[in-house]
């Protein structure tokens, strides 16, 4: 009979267990699982929406393969986290459930609550860059292999603009298709545009050059009206909304 043991416990370090059982933390390392990578950078973008910083996303696929999400909220901090004390963007993108969203003064509306978006998509890709705009500076730091930091956080300039610019290559060892299909982006967009009214999501496709804006002022009400039109509908469409307990 085989002894069990102590040393049959295998404990996976930091984002190793993502790239040991990605399927757990996206679903699939198919078509729906590849995508899921950009929905969960878009989550944090449409955070910055919700609590009122962003008013415009562009995602952009890019002809090399890799996704650029550009949001221009309020951009991720940059400050040395009280409590790891290194940067907090590399806690960010690097480190498991770490986010803005476990306390009341960080989110109080989020899309995504476990705090493990980021460094999942960091973690399943073969390199990604961050470029933060805030605080009157241009900084920059890029991750490679799974997450490991390959250049550290720099200043690269100065600006008086703000927002967050993540551009990620999926891992071919990981996923059985890499290809990003930009009638689904499209889709997911305008979904997102419905929910989301008075914010402008721009979709480009280098490699076949097309782009798509979506922007909605009247969000789900022009919704309905999209999925009405051509039928005969029996009243307007009726809006009703408020705030109940903040």
């Not at 190793?16 to 973008?45: C, F, Q």
């Not at 009122?52 to 650029?68: N, P, Q």
């Not at 705090?115 to 973690?123: C, L, R």
């Not at 390959?150 to 551009?167: E, H, Q, S, Y």
Request: aromatic letters at 8%; proline letters at 2%.
């Amino acid at each position: 009979m085989e002894q069990y043991t102590g040393s049959q416990i295998v404990v996976l370090e930091g984002l190793e267990a993502v790239r040991k059982r990605p399927g757990m933390y996206i679903g699939s390392t198919g078509t729906r699982g590849l995508h899921h990578l950009i929905w969960e950078i878009l989550d944090n973008s449409i955070d910055e929406h919700l609590a009122g910083f962003c008013d415009k996303i562009e995602i952009t696929l890019a002809k090399d393969g890799s996704v650029i999400v550009e949001d221009h909220g309020r951009g991720v901090p940059t400050d040395l986290h009280p409590v790891k004390k290194i940067p907090t963007i590399r806690v960010i993108y690097t480190i498991l459930h770490a986010g803005g969203k476990f306390e009341s003064d960080g989110y109080k509306v989020s899309g995504g609550l476990h705090g493990v978006g980021s460094s999942v998509v960091n973690a399943l890709s073969k390199w990604m860059e961050v470029t933060i705009k805030r605080d009157k500076e241009e900084s920059y730091i890029r991750f490679e292999n799974g997450g490991h930091v390959a250049v550290p956080l720099k200043k690269i300039g100065t600006t008086n603009r703000t927002g967050t610019t993540v551009r990620f290559l999926p891992d071919d060892e990981i996923f059985s298709n890499t290809n990003f299909s930009y009638t689904n982006v499209c889709e997911r967009m305008q979904e997102s545009a419905f929910l989301l009214k008075g914010i402008t999501i721009e979709v480009i496709d280098e490699e076949d050059e097309r782009e798509a804006k979506f922007h909605y002022e009247r969000g789900i009400e022009e919704f309905v009206e999209e999925i009405n039109k051509g039928k005969n509908t029996l009243n307007q469409v009726l809006s009703i909304q408020g705030i109940k307990d903040k």
